[in-house]
């Protein structure tokens, strides 16, 4: 493959085929010496216009001084040459989930992909990709950045976490007076502020959990939707809040919108320590009624079978404490790096 006929490489990256372009650049499956594959998007001077040339570029090196964050896709490498300049960033999962997709059959796993064709994400999914893309969102905002195109295409899967991608349109948020961004997913004061990225993750929020592209939303739930979730509505209002049309009853920061939903997660697992107390109570019961019989009967075959008995209620038991208690420590060291 190669670029106008003269560019099959990019530094060390052969680039094999196109995965994904825009008005601003075309993403290539490029391929190392070693054989490590990653995501390089290239940006011509000859293909866009002056002024589109430089807000790319500028907003891929605004990225590029962002430590890695949780969130957000990571760039490798940003080189400025004669011709334009590339980025180097790490390649999204197959969308197929396979181990070791061939060049020509890989495709680049989006949340857009994922909710093709009506396919709701369960209510706890939807959470925890709220949390994960809006600790992105903070970091961006920590830095005074704006993404300005959060949308479920925007959204790709890396190493089977969710990650906020395509910077080309990073500005700083005292610069942001261009009319930029997907339709449908800009907010109706367009990007001027924290609170207009908020807005477009919100309706992405929305549309991994309708299983519906943002032009059909207003239909309503895809039938797989989990509406019926206890803290549904709970989640809903959060969402209703990150997209109202009016800035001012608006999130005005992802901080905020993310310590909603951390809250919320908080909520969903909390009953996972009622269950907790209810199988240790099980297991002293369990005992209980094991020494009892053993007292009372003497018989060895019998006595073996009740042993085993208890035995599998017990491991039972024990695998549900330790699942439970996996969940709880895992919403724990989140909340713990939320508070960093």
Known sequence: MQLNGNMPHCGQWRLVREIGHGAYGVVYLAVAPDGECAAVKVCR???????????ELRGAKLYRAIPSQEGLVRMRTLVETKWGFYAVMDLADDEFDRESPTVESYRPKTLASVIDGEKALPLGECVKLGISLAKGLVALQRHHLLHRDIKPGNVIYVGGRPVLSDPGLVVEESAAASLVGTPGYVPPENFTAAAGDVYSLGLTLKAASFGRSIEDIDKGPAIVADTGARFFPAWWRILNKATDPTPSRRYQSAKALLKDLTALRVRMVLPSMGIIVSVV????????????????????DREQRERGYIEQQKQEAMQAVDAALQDIDNLLNDIKEDLK
């Open 45 to 55: 001077r000859d293909a866009v216009d002056p002024e589109r040339y430089s807000r």
């Open 281 to 300: 109570v099980a297991i002293g019961l369990a005992v209980a009624i094991y020494c009892g019989m053993s007292a009372k009967n003497k018989v060895e």
